[in-house]
């Protein structure tokens, strides 16, 4: 009987060895595959020798994921699932896949992963870009995808993020297509960093953003208003367009935060809240679009669904240094009041208190005078136009008033309708209108104390996507913004249907 089993033993051991053999990739240069089952070091193995521009597929079936594998800096990879959504993966612990360390100066190598299921069991990153920092020098990464993935997510966990906050880092490429579901509060995308003393031109309408577009957030519950759908700082710039989300914040943190986003573009998408979200006191709406307050902004086309109420803060925009230590006393938070060498303090002292402050809403990194726009905001119910709102939070001493102006520091459509002729709703002279091109108003003014810009229109009907002009002198209409390129270029024919972007009935929209 004991020389029998030891024989099936014997038997079973070619037939373990094959399927260990089975599990690890295959392949060559630049086409690789990873059967079911395959291990997180299988996949490191398969990335580390693939050639440059290297696919790397994955059969379908289940993983079982622990650590992460990590791309080279020195040979960009595509890990795609052989069918969207047929690679379920386990995750178990920390991030599973992204970049651990940056490398200094630009990489243009595509890295891209796209089509697997992730269900994760922990509280933390899904994907992460940046794990191993800090790194040192200014790492710019211009070519990623992450795209038709769905993310189950633990409560309080990310699915994407990007840098850490001793690493000076920018990302560019789309998240695209993909679907975010938890029962509790999670995000889509975090993205921070260090302060950057020399950031990047202002990448207002460029390429230079991480474009979030066509992807579906559900959260069952709001459990924390504070894990936002996306959250940004440290000088990054993201384009959040032609999203779905229910029961989450977009939001974003400032100044005290390593100088806060560069940029955030928020057009064609449908922000919601329903019974999940009572208890966080958000199912009225309020801040469902939060900017703690830095750099440019554009908003426009976005449509707001609340379950019971209306706030009338619905878009926001908090600059923290107009209030003592920065209103959270952070390390190193000073009041923008005029004593400060970072801020522009523009004399008199007693009317500008430091005006303009460092990296504040309504100028670039550079600190050129580059206004907020906002307009085609809507209920979904009613229609009615939901404008940026720029409170002030008191305090003693308060600046707000020096450093936040309507008409300067941002614009709001005067109407939720659309132009019905050169001087209705928008007349020219405050705010911005939209509408087609042919009725733009023949004249226009500019804020008295600042140059290059003032009042705004945006042409629906001039480019793909519109065009926004604004008074740059008296009478003078210049170009001042068009949406960049969409779908991105990098989405080359998606491989399920885009939610539809929100769009107004005809009786409103003209």
Known sequence: MMKRVLCTVLALVPLLSSAAAHAACSGSGIAWLCPAGASISDVQAAINSASDGAVITFAAGSYTWGSEASFSNSAGATLACTSVGACTVSVTAGAVL??????????????????????????????????????????VYTQIRIDHNTFNLAAGSVAVF????????????????????????????????????????????????????????TITTMTNAGDSCMDVWGGHAIVWRHNTSLNCLIAAHG???????????????????????????????????????????????????????????VISMLHYCDYVNCIDSS?????????????GNRLPMTTNRGYPCWRQPGRDFAGNYVPMYVWNNYWSDTLAQIP?????????????????????????????AA??????????????????????????????????????????DVGAQGTLYTCSSTNTWTVFYTPYTYPHPLVTGGQTSPPAAPTKPAAVAH
């Open 255 to 313: 100044v005290t935060h390593s100088g806060g986003p560069q940029n955030i573009e928020l057009y064609d998408n449908s922000l919601s809240v329903n019974s999940g979200s009572v208890g966080q006191s958000e199912q009225d709406g309020y801040r469902l679009f939060h900017h703690q307050g830095s750099g440019e902004f554009i908003a426009f086309n976005n449509s707001f669904t609340a379950y019971s109420g209306k706030n009338s803060e």
């Open 98 to 139: 992204g970049i651990t360390s940056l490398s200094a100066g630009t990489n243009s190598k595509l890295y891209r992963i796209s089509g697997f299921t992730f269900n994760q069991s922990t509280n933390h990153f899904v994907l992460w870009f940046g794990s191993n920092c800090p790194c040192t020098g200014d790492n």
């Open 331 to 343: 390390p190193g938070a000073t009041q923008c009041n005029g004593t400060e060498a970072r801020d």
């Open 419 to 460: 132009q019905t002729s050169s001087s209705s709703p928008f007349n020219g002279t405050t705010g911005m209108g939209f509408g087609t091109l042919a009725n733009r108003p023949t004249t226009c003014t500019t804020n008295a104390t600042e140059s290059g810009a003032g009042v705004g229109y945006f042409a629906t």
């Open 162 to 217: 990007f840098g850490e906050n001793s690493t000076i880092s920018s990302f560019y490429g789309v998240i695209d297509h993909n679907t975010v579901s938890s029962a509790s509060s999670v995000s889509l995308l975090n993205m921070i960093g260090a302060t950057n003393n020399s950031p990047p031109p202002s990448p207002l309408g460029t390429a230079n953003n991480m474009f979030v577009e066509n992807n579906t957030i």
């Open 388 to 416: 940026l709102v720029a409170p002030d939070e008191g305090g003693s001493p308060d600046y707000y008033s020096n450093h936040m102006q309507a008409n300067r520091e941002w614009y709001n459509a005067v109407s939720a």
